[in-house]
């Protein structure tokens, strides 16, 4: 889904660059009244399409978790970010949204969005580079305020 997404705006910023394009040749910057302001639009009209492009691009591209033994690194696009695996406290799977939770020892945490076949291989690397994570799974079945009476 997020894929298609990625791809329609990747298609807009293409025919958005076709249509500047087309309005720099056909309008004449040297008839326009105040041409500055005209070359000002063209130059911000090719910005955004351009910076558009690529950073649907590189988010289509370039988007991983990888865990390499002492740090986690996530990449979603051009913004990357590295984790030191000692300072994870805990992973929480849960069930209902289908998210991973990695809890870190500063009271912060990231989610962690991937295939549901890839969990149990993602938590299982992690918990090789640090046996002291606790993971947990939540569930509707082992959620303590469920009122399954009321």
Not at 52 to 57: A, E, G, P, R, S
Not at 65 to 81: E, H, L, M, N, V
Not at 87 to 106: A, C, Q
Not at 127 to 139: C, F, G, P, R, V
């Given at each position: 889904m997020?894929?298609?997404?990625?791809?329609?705006?990747?298609?807009?910023?293409v025919?958005?660059?076709?249509?500047?394009?087309y309005?720099?040749?056909t309008?004449s910057?040297?008839?326009?009244e105040?041409?500055?302001?005209?070359?000002?639009?063209?130059?911000?009209?090719?910005?955004?399409?351009?910076?558009?492009?690529?950073?649907?691009?590189?988010?289509?591209?370039?988007?991983?978790?990888?865990?390499?033994?002492?740090?986690?690194?996530?990449?979603?696009?051009?913004?990357?970010?590295?984790?030191?695996?000692?300072?994870?406290?805990?992973?929480?799977?849960?069930?209902e949204?289908?998210?991973?939770?990695?809890?870190?020892d500063?009271?912060?945490?990231?989610?962690?969005?991937?295939?549901e076949?890839?969990?149990e291989?993602?938590i299982?690397?992690l918990?090789k580079?640090?046996d002291k994570?606790?993971?947990?799974?939540?569930?509707k079945?082992?959620?303590?305020?469920?009122?399954?009476?009321?």
């Amino acid at each position: 889904m997020i894929t298609a997404f990625i791809g329609i705006g990747i298609a807009l910023s293409v025919v958005a660059f076709g249509i500047d394009t087309y309005l720099v040749i056909t309008q004449s910057v040297a008839t326009a009244e105040n041409p500055v302001i005209l070359i000002i639009q063209y130059s911000l009209m090719y910005l955004v399409s351009v910076l558009l492009f690529v950073i649907l691009t590189s988010l289509l591209i370039s988007s991983y978790y990888s865990i390499d033994g002492k740090t986690f690194k996530t990449s979603f696009g051009i913004i990357k970010s590295r984790y030191d695996i000692k300072k994870i406290e805990s992973v929480v799977l849960d069930r209902e949204t289908k998210k991973l939770s990695v809890h870190f020892d500063e009271n912060t945490f990231i989610v962690v969005v991937v295939k549901e076949e890839w969990y149990e291989e993602f938590i299982s690397e992690l918990l090789k580079a640090n046996d002291k994570i606790e993971y947990t799974i939540k569930s509707k079945e082992n959620t303590p305020d469920d009122k399954k009476g009321v």
